[in-house]
C-alpha cells in the first residue's frame, strides 16, 4: 500500500539552529516526492520535489530535503531556523506506478522559538 | 498569473442542505484534486479530476457527495443533505501534468450547525 509517514507530530527548534522534518514513505514503485508548507488559515504552499537525479534536492525559503531509497526517507531540513518557518509541513508522495493520487503525511508542526 | 481560486471561502449551511464548492485553477492546469482537511489531521484525498473527466474518486464517500470539471467554467464540489461531520476545511489542488507538483487555493471552511 501506497502512504506517507511523519512520525512527529511537533518539532521545535530555537531559531537559529538547524532543523530536520522527517517523513518516511512507502510506495510499490519510484516515488516522486514533496514538501509543502501551510500557514494558518491558509492553504497548502509548495516547498520542493525529487522526481529523479540528485538526492539533494533544494526548494523555496532556503529549505532541502535529501531523498534516502535505502532508509525510503525523504527528510526536510534547513540550515538555520527563523522564527517565520514556524507553520505546518506536509509530506507527499506520489507512486507513479500505482494510480494517480497524491498521498499525505499527517503533518509536522514546527515551532521556532526566538 | 492567478493562482488557484476557490469561493466561497466560508460557509455555512444547515443539516440537510447542500454544500457547493467551487475551485478556479491555475491557467493553463487541466488536472484538478479536492482535498478535505480536519482540525488536527492532515489532508484526506477525495478526487482527482482531469477536465470533464473523474480520474480517482477512491476518496470521496459514495454518497452524497460529487464533483466535477465542466469543459467551461471551475470545478465543482458538491455536498447534498451537509451533516455535521462534513464540517471542516475543503482544499482544492491543480496541477499542469499528473506528475507535476500541485498549486493549492485558500480553501473553503465548511461549518454545519
Known amino acids: 500500500a501506497q502512504s506517507v509517514a511523519q512520525p512527529e507530530d511537533q518539532v521545535n527548534v530555537a531559531e537559529g539552529n538547524p532543523l530536520t522534518v522527517k517523513c518516511t514513505y512507502s510506495v510499490s514503485g519510484n516515488p516522486y516526492l514533496f514538501w509543502y508548507v501551510q500557514y494558518p488559515n491558509r492553504g497548502l504552499q509548495f516547498l520542493l520535489k525529487?522526481?529523479?537525479?540528485?538526492?539533494l534536492v533544494k526548494g523555496s525559503y532556503g529549505f532541502e530535503a535529501e531523498f534516502n531509497k535505502s532508509q525510503t526517507s525523504f527528510h526536510l531540513k534547513k540550515p538555520s531556523a527563523l522564527v517565520s518557518d514556524s507553520a505546518l509541513y506536509f509530506c507527499?508522495?506520489?507512486?507513479?506506478?500505482?494510480?494517480?493520487?497524491?498521498?499525505f503525511g499527517t503533518g509536522t508542526s514546527l515551532t521556532v522559538i526566538p | 498569473n492567478a493562482g488557484v481560486m476557490q469561493n466561497p471561502r466560508h460557509l455555512v449551511r444547515r443539516r440537510g442542505q447542500e454544500a457547493r464548492l467551487r475551485c478556479s485553477p491555475v491557467?493553463?492546469?487541466?488536472?484538478v484534486y479536492w482535498y478535505r482537511q480536519l482540525p488536527e489531521e492532515g489532508l484526506k484525498f477525495m478526487v482527482y479530476l482531469q477536465k470533464e473527466n473523474i480520474i480517482d474518486e477512491s476518496g470521496m464517500p459514495k454518497e452524497r457527495f460529487s464533483a466535477e470539471f465542466p469543459k467551461e467554467g471551475p470545478s465543482i464540489l458538491r455536498i447534498q443533505q451537509v451533516v455535521r461531520g462534513d464540517s471542516a476545511a475543503y482544499f482544492c489542488?491543480?496541477?499542469?501534468?499528473?506528475?507535476?507538483?500541485?498549486?493549492f487555493g485558500p480553501g473553503t471552511r465548511l461549518t454545519v450547525l
Open positions: 525529487y522526481i529523479t537525479g540528485d538526492n
Open positions: 489542488a491543480s496541477s499542469r501534468g499528473p506528475y507535476n507538483e500541485q498549486f
Open positions: 491557467k493553463g492546469h487541466s488536472h
Open positions: 507527499a508522495v506520489r507512486d507513479i506506478v500505482a494510480g494517480n493520487q497524491f498521498y
